[in-house]
């Protein structure tokens, strides 16, 4: 039998009087011998396990799709639910804590497995920006294009750029500063003229 959140607008007339227990724990029994019997166990703790699942998740939507989870997967597993006089809604709540746990961690899972920089796609000026850079470098008088090109696509550090090109560091250092200068202002001067 399956039970849905659609009979979530059926209550069931619950006694809240201490005599409750001996009820309940007939009622697991019965649920253990026929799942039919399961409907009333369902009935008595469907709003107490809804209500505890919606103020850890904060959507309606989700859950409803928890609570009718918890209430399958309680029904699935009634027969070995061992009575200890503990109410039937605390093994509910666990399942309940479980479910919504392993449902956190599979949305944790799935955002780690697509990758943000696959969704990425520049917008056609940030491409042309770059294009048009890439240009200028390569205007650039030699040594500030060789420095500009190890320091910020090679990503090697000044002491590596000065041993390897046979220079000081602070010669390496001014040949990035020039190069840098003569790239912003050739980017000036290119939007100048793409603004005019």
Same mark, same amino acid.
């Given at each position: 039998?399956? =039970?849905?959140?659609?009979?979530? !607008?059926?209550?069931?007339?619950?006694?809240?009087?201490?005599?409750?227990?001996?009820?309940?724990?007939?009622?697991?029994?019965?649920?253990?011998?026929?799942?039919?019997?399961?409907?009333?166990?369902?009935? /008595? /703790?469907?709003?107490?396990?809804?209500?505890?699942?919606?103020?850890?998740?904060?959507?309606?939507?989700?859950?409803?799709?928890?609570?009718?989870?918890?209430?399958?997967?309680?029904?699935?597993?009634?027969?070995?639910?061992?009575?200890?006089?503990?109410?039937?809604?605390?093994?509910? =709540?666990?399942?309940?804590?479980?479910?919504?746990?392993?449902? !956190?961690?599979?949305?944790?899972?799935? &955002?780690?497995? &697509?990758?943000?920089?696959? &969704? =990425?796609?520049?917008?056609?000026?940030?491409?042309? /920006?770059?294009?048009?850079? =890439?240009?200028?470098?390569?205007?650039?008088?030699?040594?500030?294009?060789?420095?500009?090109?190890?320091?910020?696509?090679?990503?090697?550090?000044?002491?590596?750029?000065?041993?390897?090109?046979?220079?000081?560091?602070?010669?390496?250092?001014?040949?990035?500063?020039?190069?840098?200068?003569?790239?912003?202002?050739?980017?000036?001067?290119?939007?100048?003229?793409?603004?005019?």
């Amino acid at each position: 039998m399956v =039970y849905t959140i659609g009979t979530m !607008a059926r209550r069931a007339s619950a006694s809240t009087a201490p005599d409750r227990e001996p009820d309940e724990h007939r009622l697991i029994e019965a649920a253990q011998r026929d799942t039919r019997h399961f409907a009333n166990l369902y009935e /008595n /703790n469907f709003e107490r396990v809804y209500a505890f699942v919606f103020r850890r998740v904060g959507d309606r939507h989700e859950a409803e799709d928890l609570t009718a989870d918890v209430f399958h997967q309680a029904l699935r597993n009634i027969g070995r639910f061992e009575w200890r006089g503990v109410p039937f809604a605390a093994w509910l =709540y666990k399942i309940a804590a479980n479910e919504i746990a392993d449902r !956190a961690n599979r949305v944790v899972r799935q &955002s780690a497995v &697509s990758d943000p920089a696959d &969704s =990425y796609e520049p917008c056609p000026d940030a491409v042309e /920006n770059r294009a048009r850079l =890439y240009r200028m470098v390569d205007t650039l008088p030699p040594d500030q294009r060789r420095v500009i090109v190890m320091r910020f696509a090679e990503e090697k550090s000044i002491r590596e750029i000065a041993a390897q090109i046979g220079r000081t560091e602070g010669a390496v250092k001014q040949l990035q500063f020039r190069g840098l200068q003569n790239l912003r202002l050739r980017m000036g001067e290119n939007d100048g003229e793409a603004k005019a």
